[in-house]
C-alpha cells in the first residue's frame, strides 16, 4: 500500500501541469481559474446543450448540441437485466480495464477509444485530447478490489465549451486537493454510490460537496432502491421514469439536484 499512495503523490503533480492545456493550447473552461491563469484564456465554441442516455452501471451516452457522441465505460452483456443497446459513437472513455467497463465491442462505427489506464489496467494512462468541439481529459483515481485494496482507476472529464461533466468511474474515496484541481469546475457529476468497489451513498455526498456540480447522475447502485433513498435524503431530487436527460446551461439548477434516471431493463422507482 505505501508504494501506490507514494506513485500516487509522485505522479499526480505531474498530471497537473500536463493536463492544463491541449495539444493546441486551448484552455479548457472546466480547469479551476487559479489554475489555468498562467496559461491565459482562449474562446471554447459554445455547446449550450446536451443529452444524457443512461444505459445501467456506468455506462453512459452523451450527444452534444452539434452532435458529437460519447460512450462512458461499455457494460459488456450477460451481467445485468438491461439490454444491448444499439450505439454507436465518436469517442469511447474507459475508466476501467473490466467487462463491466471496456466492452467497445458492442459500440458500432469506427470510435476513437480512449483508455484512462495502460499496461492491462496496471499504470494510468494521459487522456488529454479534443474531439470536434469536446476537450476530453482524466484524471488519476483508486477504486476498492474484491479484498478492498486501492487499485488504479480513471475518471473522464468532458468540456463541451458551456458545460462541464465529469464521469468519476468507480471512484471510493475523496478527492484530495489535487485531484480537484485537474478536475476542475463541475456542472454534472455522474456519480458511483453503491458502495463496495466504489463510494457508498455517504461518501459520494461529501465528493458532491467538494465539486459543487448543479446536477447529479447517480450511477452503479444495481438498482437499490435503498441506496438511492440514502444518496438522496435531504437534497432536492427527481426520480426519472426514463434514461434520458436534456441539459442545457442556462437551464440548470441554481443548487445541486439529483437526477435519477432509469435504464432500460430496470424497474422502475416510481
Not at 443529452?51 to 450527444?63: A, L, P, V
Not at 465518436?90 to 495502460?118: K, W
Not at 499496461?119 to 482524466?138: A, D, H, K, P, T
Request: proline share 7%; hydrophobic share 40%.
Amino acid at each position: 500500500m505505501r508504494s501506490k499512495s507514494f506513485s500516487a503523490l509522485i505522479l499526480i503533480p505531474v498530471w497537473v501541469s500536463a493536463l492544463l492545456v491541449t495539444p493546441t493550447g486551448v484552455q479548457a473552461k472546466c480547469r479551476d481559474p487559479e489554475v489555468a491563469r498562467p496559461w491565459g484564456s482562449v474562446a471554447h465554441a459554445a455547446a449550450p446543450d446536451v443529452t444524457i442516455r443512461y444505459f445501467g452501471h456506468n455506462f453512459f451516452h452523451i450527444k452534444t448540441a452539434k452532435g458529437t457522441t460519447i460512450i462512458t465505460d461499455p457494460l459488456g452483456p450477460g451481467r445485468y437485466p438491461y439490454p444491448v443497446p444499439d450505439v454507436s459513437a465518436d469517442v469511447v472513455t474507459i475508466g476501467r480495464e473490466h467487462y463491466n467497463h471496456n466492452f467497445v465491442e458492442i459500440v458500432q462505427g469506427s470510435p476513437l477509444v480512449l483508455r484512462g489506464l495502460a499496461n492491462y489496467g496496471f499504470e494510468w494512462n494521459r487522456v488529454n485530447s479534443s474531439f470536434n468541439e469536446v476537450f476530453i481529459y482524466n484524471v488519476p483515481i483508486y477504486h476498492h478490489s474484491e479484498s478492498m485494496e486501492n487499485i488504479k482507476g480513471a475518471a473522464f472529464i468532458f468540456d463541451l465549451g458551456d458545460l462541464c461533466i465529469a464521469h468519476l468511474g468507480d471512484l471510493s474515496q475523496k478527492l484530495t486537493p489535487q485531484q480537484l484541481k485537474m478536475i476542475g469546475k463541475v456542472d454534472i457529476a455522474l456519480t458511483p454510490i453503491g458502495g463496495w468497489r466504489t463510494m457508498a451513498p455517504d461518501l459520494a455526498r461529501e465528493v458532491l460537496a467538494q465539486l459543487k456540480p448543479k446536477i447529479a447522475i447517480p450511477m452503479h447502485y444495481r438498482d437499490n432502491l435503498y441506496v438511492i433513498e440514502e444518496f438522496t435524503a435531504g437534497i432536492k431530487s427527481r426520480i426519472m421514469n426514463s434514461d434520458t436527460l436534456v441539459v442545457s446551461k442556462d437551464g440548470l439548477p441554481s443548487s445541486l439536484e439529483i437526477r435519477v434516471l432509469t435504464p432500460e431493463g430496470a424497474e422502475s422507482f416510481q
